[in-house]
T-cell receptor, first 113, second 118 residues
């Protein structure tokens, strides 16, 4: 069965600093991996996804993630944090042919001025 | 294009009451699903549907019923509300590839329903 682990339920960075949110997955098949963002009192919005091909994936708002099969990781990064990046971020893996998503427990990102 | 809509936005129920959370999408998506979000637990799948007339259970289905009579609508019914069902509920939809290939299509989420059971 697939699973997702997000290390660090809370991450705090200064504005302009590097953002690194960690995600490790477990999957018996080549994974499809997703990062979603949730702003306060809103639904989830797709940031980026990895299916096949290039392992460095670029998403919206300057975020990117790299699929590393040897490390079973899909960490999310952004070179320079902005106050508007404060939100909760979820990593997810797609399970089988049913479109089911298995989510991590989320990382709440705070950006300090 | 409204996307995925959910009603109501907020609801307070007493233990034992029943209610239906509504979800609709106007993108002609085959796949629809319901998740609940609880602090520190991420999103957990309650029920899902791969098309009209087809539903299946997710990770936490107990206490909830669903039906899918049309492509557009996927209501979630709480049969007898319990305090453990206090949560934020999200509906999502996506396209689905044909055949057996896993879908890489993103899921579109509604704005959520915040439910409190007292």
């Amino acid at each position: 069965a697939q699973s997702v682990t997000q290390l660090g339920s809370h991450v705090s960075v200064s504005e302009g600093a590097l953002v690194l949110l960690r995600c490790n997955y477990s999957s018996s098949v080549p994974p499809y991996l997703f990062w979603y963002v949730q702003y306060p009192n809103q639904g989830l919005q797709l940031l980026l996804k990895y299916t096949t091909g290039a392992t460095l994936v670029k998403g919206i708002n300057g975020f990117e993630a790299e699929f590393k099969k040897s490390e079973t990781s899909f960490h999310l990064t952004k070179p320079s944090a902005h106050m508007s990046d404060a939100a909760e971020y979820f990593c997810a893996v797609s399970e089988g042919a049913t479109n089911k998503l298995i989510f991590g427990t989320g990382t709440l990102l705070a950006v300090q001025p | 294009n409204a996307g995925v809509t959910q009603t109501p936005k907020f609801q307070v129920l007493k233990t034992g009451q029943s209610m239906t959370l509504q979800c609709a999408q106007d993108m002609n998506h085959e796949y629809m699903s319901w998740y609940r979000q609880d602090p520190g637990m991420g999103l957990r799948l309650i029920h899902y549907s791969v098309g009209a007339g087809i539903t299946d259970q997710g990770e936490v289905p107990n206490g909830y019923n669903v039906s899918r009579s049309t492509t557009e609508d996927f209501p979630l019914r709480l049969l007898s509300a319990a305090p453990s069902q206090t949560s934020v509920y999200f509906c999502a939809s996506s396209s689905r590839t044909s055949g057996r290939a896993r879908s890489s299509y993103e899921q579109y989420f509604g704005p959520g329903t915040r439910l409190t059971v007292t």
